[in-house]
Nanobody, 114 residues
Framework: QVQLVESGGAVVRPGESLRLSCTSS????????MGWFRQSPGKQRELIAQ???????TVADSVKDRFGIFRDNDKNIIFLQMHNLKVEDTAVYYC????????WGQGTQVTVSS
């Protein structure tokens, strides 16, 4: 069964950077469009960045100019590069296929706090 694994979350101060990673076992997402999602307490899970299997990317307005998504298909990994983090970026971050059909992983916690 496919399993998604996110990593790289941490507690950081406003203005700092982080890079999150996502990989899978049981199946490869090399030829799939993938997305990074996040969920804050009391809020719905939202798509914040997506990348096609040909590496065309789109990011949400809320993170534009600060976050970037990219992939290494040779290693079956997607990344979320986050710069100038803000308190409101605090959330659990998940990856999944764009149709969200794969089982959700545990996510990785990002906490931005001064």
């Amino acid at each position: 069964q496919v399993q998604l694994v996110e990593s790289g979350g941490a507690v950081v101060r406003p203005g700092e950077s982080l890079r999150l990673s996502c990989t899978s076992s049981g199946n490869s997402f090399t030829r799939k469009g993938m997305g990074w999602f996040r969920q804050s307490p009391g809020k719905q899970r939202e798509l914040i960045a997506q990348i096609s299997y040909l590496s065309s990317t789109t990011v949400a307005d809320s993170v534009k100019d600060r976050f970037g998504i990219f992939r290494d298909n040779d290693k079956n990994i997607i990344f979320l590069q986050m710069h100038n983090l803000k308190v409101e970026d605090t959330a659990v971050y998940y990856c999944n296929t764009l149709d969200r059909r794969w089982p959700w992983g545990q996510g990785t916690q990002v906490t931005v706090s001064s």
